[in-house]
């Protein structure tokens, strides 16, 4: 139907008609009148031009919604079509490009639609028109088909959060009685979401489809189908990589949860997806991936928690080490967990060393004094859980520190010597700059050694050192390296 | 030292450490306390001491500061009584005192930082006021012979006279062995030297060295130490230890700390506790075969992968369709507004 120009809406028409007062015989007809005028369209840009036509459309809709909503045996067949009709119209449209170039969505104010006055009425109509109990999916099919689908999906990019809330409803609802569009649904979304994550990094309804997603995961049969499962891995997964995760991270958690709740064999591939995106660079991210994690493993069964804990507890000693105080404190917070605490004390041998590290470092360097509260609870925690083990790390973390605290001691040490030997031997650099040379060599080999190389390198650049510095014009030096090179074992 | 001037000096230290005991009455009145509000129970005691422990370690006291710290509230509590709301401030007084003799300046905790870590509700001071009654009260003997100085002095004995090089008690074990033992009151009205030697007894005999067993028969001996106290103390000590060694976990009460976030980490724990808003939506057996309505859309290129689960899986085990659907049945029912 085409738009007629506004100025030809002839009010008069229906003025005084109102639907639900009309004689049972006449409802029909008028119905239909109602609908087809309805079709026209109005520009809301202007807001004084058509004022009373506008209201008459908003009145006339009113009317349509409480008739669909409150009377049985409305819904005959002939009236379908013009139903649809009616709701294509209004509703499919090429969104307008967003006002804002550079539209932010955590950050700025949405551009609303402009006619929904008109339009949340018409959308209203439509979800009551799907939820009467009269409805007929089988007749309804005609009309509600895969084009009819795919135009909607493309309004969930709309700018206007009340448009998307709708929508999300709709799809919802026609998800749930249009069994014959399930799998094209699916496999739209899944493009929409692919297209989302590696080509364009914008749409704004993922929250919504990610809304309906979990109330179809939370209704899939076990087994869980291939498909699903590849979903979860090549869909789901990598959309926690998206730039703007914020804004659907909750929906996201919840359906990466409700699949683990269906088939718990999928716990280790997911976490291991999730540790390999885990975000390096972006701590407001990071707090987000540690909320889901401590959200799988409140529903985490024991024997699946043993194959993954070690990955897992690497990246948590990490996260508890971060200097961005809430991303160490969230990590810390697990602890506060009492399924989680039963988990770990159950493989404490294991966790332990992992996290003892970390935990004891941050306790004496750690800037932010909240964090070394947490700490302390922490460490008393896991102390009260295996005294022996926790003794036992103590001692050698603290024999490690000290033989770390030596070999710079006798680096500097070293270090020193080799000033004072350059200082004295002012004079030799005129007679022999050839032996001199020979040390610096040794000095940027040992730089070198201690920057990129462990300890055994080291020794032995100190031994090489001492090798070549056998020169008789060089006691000194000599004498200084052989004397440093068994402390140095 | 050489042997004969750490025997001397064992002597010594075993005429003296007598004065340092805590008094026997007040241990056992605590010890027959049964829990409550007026009174220090041996329960509240050894949690108190637990916790001594777990700052000690936090902030890297060592061993002497602990166990000095233990002998001092041990000291104080068997001559006074005190409420139990006290017990946080004795404590960490002791512990405070206890690190002032025994660390380097520099290592010290500040007060604040002890009472902030250590959770306590009590003022910086209050807390030097509490030392100043402590101190009094022990006449300001803040330095004492404890069990760990006995360790020390056997351990030394046993590396002089120990012929066989290969065997050498592990002396941190032995620390963190007594410090076990510490958190049980009943310890405490031990003598030092006796403990020790238990201590060292249940080493040498799990290390299984006859020479070992020779030096501290004659240490015993030389301090003339009676069997029977010895004994006693013996199969109290291995009761303890074995408690301490075994790999049951001890359901840690963590109910007891507090744990403090910042208000923007506390806002986002409780954000994805939500309730989804959108009844389940059952799959059916039915979804996959509906190709009349799909395939045409199904055979695209590239895409196949993700949607070609037609065939095996739909024909597998589910659970029974009238299960499932019952309950969502209900949910859909509901009528919701959009």
């Known amino acids: 139907m085409e738009e007629s120009h506004s100025a030809a809406f002839k009010p008069a028409i229906i003025e005084g008609s109102i639907l639900l007062d009309a004689p049972s015989t006449e409802q029909q007809e008028l119905f239909t009148q109602k609908l087809q005028q309805c079709c026209m369209l109005f520009d809301f840009f202007d807001s004084v031009i058509d004022l009373k036509s506008k209201e008459i459309k908003r009145a006339t809709l009113n009317e349509l919604v409480d008739y669909v909503s409150t009377n049985r045996g409305v819904l005959v067949e002939s009236t379908y079509p013009e139903i649809t009709n009616m709701i294509c119209t209004n509703i499919f449209r090429t969104l307008p490009p967003s006002e804002n170039p550079d539209f932010d969505p955590e950050e700025d104010e949405p551009t609303l639609e402009a006619s929904w006055p008109h339009m949340h009425l018409v959308y209203e109509f439509l979800l009551r028109f799907l939820e009467n109990p009269d409805f007929q999916p089988s007749i309804a099919k005609r009309y509600i088909d895969q084009k009819f689908v795919l135009q909607l999906l493309e309004l969930f990019d709309s700018e206007d959060p009340r448009e998307r809330d709708f929508l999300k409803t709709i799809l919802h609802r026609i998800y749930g009685k249009f069994l014959g569009l399930r799998a094209f649904i699916r496999k739209q979304i899944n493009n929409i979401f692919l297209r989302f994550i590696y080509e364009t990094e914008h749409f704004n309804g993922v929250a919504e489809l990610l809304e309906i997603l979990g109330s179809i995961i939370n209704g899939f049969a076990l087994p869980l189908k291939a498909e699903h499962k590849q979903f979860l891995m090549k869909v789901l997964i990598p959309l926690h990589t998206a730039k703007g995760l914020a804004l659907f991270h909750a929906q996201l958690a919840y359906c990466v949860v409700q699949f683990l709740e269906k088939d718990p064999t999928l716990t280790e591939p997911v976490i291991r997806g999730l540790l390999k995106f885990w975000p390096k660079t972006c701590s407001q991210k990071e707090v987000m991936f540690l909320g889901e994690i401590e959200e799988i493993l409140d529903v985490i069964e024991p024997t699946q928690f043993k194959k993954i804990q070690e990955p897992l507890f690497k990246q948590i000693s990490k996260c508890v080490a971060n200097p961005h105080f809430q991303v160490a404190e969230r990590a810390l917070y697990f602890w506060n967990n009492e399924y989680i605490l039963s988990l770990i004390e159950e493989n404490i041998d294991k966790i332990l060393p992992i996290m003892f590290g970390s935990l004891y470092r941050i306790s004496k360097e750690h800037w932010n004094p909240t964090i070394v509260a947490l700490v302390y609870n922490v460490l008393k925690t896991l102390m009260e859980m295996n005294c022996t083990l926790f003794d036992e790390l103590t001692s050698s973390y603290k024999a490690d520190r000290q033989r770390e605290k030596k070999k710079e001691q006798e680096r500097d040490e070293l270090w020193k010597k080799l000033d004072e030997l350059r200082l004295s031997d002012t004079t030799l650099v005129q007679n022999n700059s050839h032996g001199l040379l020979s040390v610096q060599n040794n000095n940027n080999n040992n730089n070198n050694s201690n920057n990129n190389n462990n300890n055994d390198n080291q020794d032995k650049s100190i031994d090489s050192a001492a090798a070549v510095t056998t020169d008789d014009k060089e006691p000194d030096v000599s004498v200084a390296a052989s004397e440093s090179t068994p402390c140095a074992k | ?338």
């Open chain 2, 1 to 338: 030292m050489d042997a004969f001037k750490l025997m001397k000096e064992l002597r010594v230290n075993y005429e003296q450490e007598v004065q340092y005991l805590p008094k026997e009455t007040g241990l056992s009145l605590i010890e027959s306390t049964t829990q409550d509000d007026s009174r220090i129970s041996a329960k509240c005691r050894d949690a108190k001491v637990e916790d001594l422990w777990s700052l000690t370690s936090f902030f890297g006291y060592s061993t002497q500061t602990f166990v000095l710290a233990v002998n001092l509230l041990d000291r104080f509590l068997a001559m006074m009584r005190i409420q139990p709301k006290h017990l946080s401030c004795v404590s960490l007084s002791c512990l405070h005192m206890a690190a002032k003799v025994t660390e380097e300046e520099c290592n010290l905790t500040p007060t604040d930082e002890l009472i902030r870590i250590g959770q306590c509700r009590f003022t910086v001071s209050d807390l030097s006021r509490m030392e100043k009654i402590v101190a009094e009260k022990l006449n300001f003997k803040s330095k004492a012979i404890t069990a760990l100085t006995f360790l020390h002095l056997y351990h030394q004995i046993t590396l002089t006279h120990s012929t066989d090089r290969k065997e050498k008690l592990n002396l941190e074990k032995l620390e963190a062995q007594l410090k076990a033992c510490l958190c049980r009151i009943s310890f405490s009205k031990a003598k030092p030297s006796v403990l020790a030697l238990s201590l060292l007894r249940q080493e040498i005999e799990a290390v299984q060295s006859e020479d070992m067993l020779e030096i501290a028969s004659h240490i015993q001996r030389h301090l003339k130490i009676a069997d029977g106290e010895l004994l006693l103390w013996s199969e109290r000590v291995a009761q303890c230890l074995s408690d301490y060694a075994s790999p049951e976990c001890s359901k840690p009460n963590h109910r007891k700390l507090q744990w403090i976030v910042s208000r923007r980490t506390a806002q986002n724990l409780h954000t994805y506790r939500s309730v989804p808003e959108l009844p389940t939506i059952p799959e059916g057996c039915w979804d996959e075969s509906e190709s009349e309505d799909s395939c045409e859309d199904m055979m695209s290129s590239g895409e196949e992968s993700l949607s070609s689960s037609l065939g095996s899986d739909a024909e597998g085990p589910f659970f029974p369709l009238h299960f499932r659907c019952q309950k969502h049945r209900q949910h859909l029912r509901q009528h919701l507004h959009a």
